[in-house]
C-alpha cells in the first residue's frame, strides 16, 4: 500500500520560512506529479504548487516567488520551501501525488503563521 507522509508543519512569525517535506512509500512503480495543495479554516482546499515528471512546475499566484517547490526521485519525496510568510499562508498543507495511476493524499500538516 502506497502512503504520504508530510513532515515540517508547525508555527512561525510573519517574514519567517519553514520547509515541508513528503516521502512516498509501499510498492511504488510510477509516479508522475506531486505537488502540495492546502486548506485554511472555512476555506476551500487549494492547489499551492505542482512538479511533474519532467521538473515542470507550477505555483498559484499567492506563493510566487516566495516558495519553492523540488523533487528528489531516488527519495520519492517532494519538498517545498516557504520563505517570507504571511499570516494568510496558515493552513493545513496537504502532499499530493499520482502514484501507480491512483491518486494519493497525505494526512496533512499544520502551518500556522503568527505573532
Known amino acids: 500500500q502506497v502512503q504520504l507522509v508530510e513532515s515540517g508543519g508547525g508555527l512561525v512569525q510573519p517574514g519567517g520560512s519553514l520547509r515541508l517535506a513528503c516521502a512516498a512509500s509501499?510498492?511504488?512503480?510510477?509516479?508522475?506529479?506531486m505537488g502540495w495543495f492546502r486548506q485554511a479554516p472555512g476555506k476551500q482546499r487549494e492547489l499551492v504548487a505542482r512538479i511533474i515528471s519532467g521538473g515542470s512546475t507550477n505555483y498559484a499566484n499567492s506563493v510566487k516567488g516566495r516558495f519553492t517547490i523540488s523533487r528528489d526521485n531516488a527519495k520519492n519525496t517532494v519538498y517545498l520551501q516557504m520563505n517570507s510568510l504571511k499570516p494568510e499562508d496558515t493552513a493545513v498543507y496537504y502532499c499530493?501525488?499520482?502514484?501507480?495511476?491512483?491518486?494519493?493524499w497525505g494526512k496533512g500538516t499544520l502551518v500556522t503563521v503568527s505573532s
Open positions: 499530493n501525488s499520482g502514484i501507480n495511476g491512483v491518486n494519493c
Open positions: 509501499g510498492s511504488i512503480f510510477s509516479i508522475y506529479a
